[in-house]
């Protein structure tokens, strides 16, 4: 048995393992495989290893339950969230047949947080007027009111502060994978997205401060779900498109 | 090599998932989405059950953290909840949860790569260690037996892997997924995927030739 000195280095073998050679290319590395014992050897523990990896279970269980954490906030998603996200998967589903390119989509967005950031207004608008009449009636009624030693916090409902937290935590990790690739947008792509991101942080405020003057109103919560989410789809829709340029 | 994995102790409970309550085969998948569509948790709860041991296996072998694995568990089926209505069932719905799950992993990586500064994907590769580029001789007879001790072994060594070497071996070579649809997965070009593929192999068969 003859020994070829040149040994073809790991990364040929590989290829040859994964059948990304050539018949040209792979026909020289079989034949120097059929003298070299040392690289048959490696050839084979290669196999070995790939066999091991692909015969790993595949199915781990988590050290501890899950699924009752998870439960509460799936049931906190389901009173609050899951009705915008039920309206934006009817929209995706509308669109399967013709989705739009991500360009496209991108201005769809734009208007939309247009459409968003009126309804907000006007919603927002409604609301303070309400809260001024109810403020005017009962300032028209004479009562007793108590001294109190703090003005109390307006907060949002309890409820919906983990899922803005949800929220702002993926909208944070999605903002930084549209920060790395802004490089391979468009200018006109990042102009459009800045905008329509401004409109959209404009609604979010908005929607946000008339929450905090009625926490009850559940127009509201949805209101700035739905904001949120636009957001969201804005910034998952931007980072598919650069991933993709 | 992270000290917070689990395999010992997980190596034990690695078989098939039972399901929460009554045993729905996958011919059940469409009336138990419908059901979780329509709100109700407690059929989610079975997708869970059935599920949660391919999503944490996936998440534990690409994060190397047992309590990032948990983290990103969780935020699998939350991001399944919540899209539940795009989901067609004209896939299985394993394979749609696999897809989340790599999603999930790959966000929270970027995420995390960008908070740590540390380089991304494509640039593992340019912190070679020593005697990565050893030719194929010089890492012969490494030999793979199949018994416990060794796949735990292995499963060390995939854990120590630089992340982005470890990413395309997960996928490729334990999950099956082609560089094709991997690059599609994680934006890396093909032949960047290729090369973490024979660096994570060829670390891998040094690291078990020790």
Redesign the interface.
């Given at each position: 048995m003859t020994e070829n000195r040149e040994?073809?280095?790991?990364?040929v073998?590989?290829?040859l393992f994964?059948g990304?050679l050539s018949e040209q290319d792979a026909a020289p590395v079989s034949e120097h495989l059929a003298v070299?014992g040392?690289?048959a050897?490696?050839?084979k523990?290669?196999g070995?290893?790939?066999?091991?990896?692909?015969?790993?279970?595949?199915?781990?269980?988590?050290?501890?339950d899950?699924?009752i954490?998870?439960?509460k906030?799936?049931?906190d998603?389901?009173e609050i969230?899951?009705p915008s996200?039920?309206i934006?998967?009817?929209d995706?589903?509308r669109s399967?047949t013709a989705r739009p390119s991500s360009g496209r989509m991108i201005a769809l967005l734009a208007v939309a947080a247009l459409v968003l950031i009126v309804l907000s207004s006007g919603v927002t608008a409604l609301v303070l007027r309400n809260s001024d009449n109810k403020r005017f009636t009962s300032n028209a009624t004479p009562t007793r009111v108590e001294p109190g030693p703090t003005i109390p916090r307006a907060v949002l409902p309890a409820g919906f502060r983990q899922t803005e937290n949800?929220f702002n935590r993926t909208i944070?990790?999605?903002q930084?994978?549209v920060?790395?690739q802004r490089g391979q947008l468009s200018p006109e792509t990042i102009r459009t997205v800045d905008r329509s991101l401004a409109v959209v942080d404009s609604a979010i405020t908005e929607a946000r401060a008339a929450l905090l003057a009625d926490p009850n109103n559940q127009m509201l919560v949805d209101l700035l779900s739905a904001s949120y989410q636009r957001k969201l789809d804005l910034l998952r829709r931007t980072s598919e498109l650069g991933?993709?340029t | 090599m992270p000290t917070n994995l689990a395999w010992k102790h997980s190596t034990d409970s690695m078989t098939a998932v039972p399901p929460a309550n009554g045993s729905p085969e996958r011919d059940d998948d469409a009336r138990l989405i419908e059901r979780a569509k329509a709100g109700e948790v407690d059929a989610f709860e079975h997708v869970y059950r059935r599920e949660v041991g391919r999503v944490y296996a996936l998440c534990l072998r690409m994060t190397a953290d047992a309590a990032r694995a948990r983290e990103v568990t969780q935020s699998v089926f939350i991001r399944a909840w919540d899209r539940l209505g795009s989901f067609r069932g004209d896939s299985q719905l394993s394979s749609w949860l696999h897809r989340i799950a790599v999603n999930e992993v790959l966000v929270e990586a970027r995420s995390d790569r960008r908070r740590r500064a540390r380089v991304v994907l494509a640039d593992d590769q340019n912190d070679e260690e020593p005697g990565a580029q050893l030719d194929a001789p010089e890492i012969a007879g490494v030999t793979l037996p199949d018994d416990t001790e060794t796949r735990i072994d292995l499963e060390k060594a995939i854990a120590a892997l630089p992340p982005g070497a470890r990413t395309v071996f997960v996928l490729h070579d334990i999950e099956g997924y082609r560089h094709e649809e991997i690059s599609h997965m994680t934006g890396s070009a093909e032949g960047t995927l290729r090369a973490q593929l024979h660096r994570a192999r060829k670390l891998l068969m040094e690291a078990l030739s020790r």
């Open positions: 040994h073809p280095n790991f990364e073998l590989s290829d994964d990304y070299c040392s690289c050897a490696t050839y523990a290669l070995g290893l790939v066999a091991d990896a692909s015969g790993l279970p595949k199915s781990v269980l988590p050290p501890e899950l699924w954490d998870l439960r906030s799936l049931e998603r389901k969230v899951l996200s039920r934006l998967a009817g995706n589903a399967t949800e944070e990790e999605l930084l994978a920060d790395t991933s993709r | -």
